[in-house]
């Protein structure tokens, strides 16, 4: 039972666009949550987090969104460049930096 | 920004064999370490758990006898695979927990270790 979903594998964006990823998630104790990035053969690195006592998190070109009713967040890119080609993971933990859980993860391919 | 360094970053071993990776933190103390590992298009794996100097803890799953994981101080932990197989290759990342009020995140993953077992 997954309990942090991404349930697009993949997305394709052209350069300068915004890019779009979303994260689903069911524990409803979850109450922080973080973004990583992944290059092949890297460890993740860390992108943006939010708590749950806010909807919005800025970052640079980076912005997080949550929506605790829906169990939903989701990561903003703009504008989107080509070195943000990478797999992007969403983490969630029910306590804070204890015991993350992360979705799959969703490809991002920003096109030149 | 915290930096955790794994090593070695690629091993290739023969089946049988025992293979030790190291996982550190340089610039801050790590309470608990977590292991993790990576199929092909897949998502991380929760292994286990270590908090220094106690007993590691284990995912449902995982056999504790196979991956020895070792947290011998607030720096350094060890997971070795013992007896390797072919189906034990896979990408193992490590991660350090701390609270150095700097840092943004209080997850640092080191780079990651490359396991091929012929």
């Known amino acids: 039972d997954q309990q942090v979903k991404q349930n697009s594998p993949s997305l394709s964006v052209q350069e300068g666009r915004i890019s779009i990823l979303n994260c689903d998630y069911t524990n409803s104790m979850f109450d922080y949550f973080l973004w990583y990035k992944k290059y092949p053969a890297e460890g993740p690195t860390f992108l943006i987090s939010i708590s749950s006592i806010k909807d919005k998190n800025e970052d640079g070109r980076f912005t997080v969104f949550l929506n605790k009713s829906a169990k939903h967040l989701s990561l903003h890119i703009v504008p989107s460049q080509p070195g943000d080609s990478a797999v992007y993971f969403c983490a969630a933990s029910g306590n804070y930096g204890q015991n993350f859980v992360f979705g799959p993860g969703t490809r991002l391919s920003v096109l030149p | 920004g915290a930096v955790v360094s794994q090593h070695p970053s690629r091993v290739i071993c023969k089946s049988g064999t025992s293979v030790k990776i190291e996982c550190r933190s340089l610039d801050f103390q790590a309470t608990t370490m977590f292991w993790y590992r990576q199929f092909p298009k897949q998502s991380l794996m929760l292994m286990a758990t270590?908090?220094?100097?106690?007993?590691?803890?284990?995912e449902q799953g995982v056999e504790k006898d196979k991956f020895l994981i070792n947290h011998a101080s607030l720096t350094l932990s060890t997971l070795t695979v013992t007896s390797a197989h072919p189906e034990d290759s896979s990408f193992y990342i490590c991660s350090a927990y701390g609270l150095p009020s700097s840092y943004n995140s209080p997850l640092h993953f080191g780079n990651g270790t490359r396991l091929t077992v012929t």
């Open positions: 270590s908090n220094e100097g106690s007993k590691a803890t284990y």
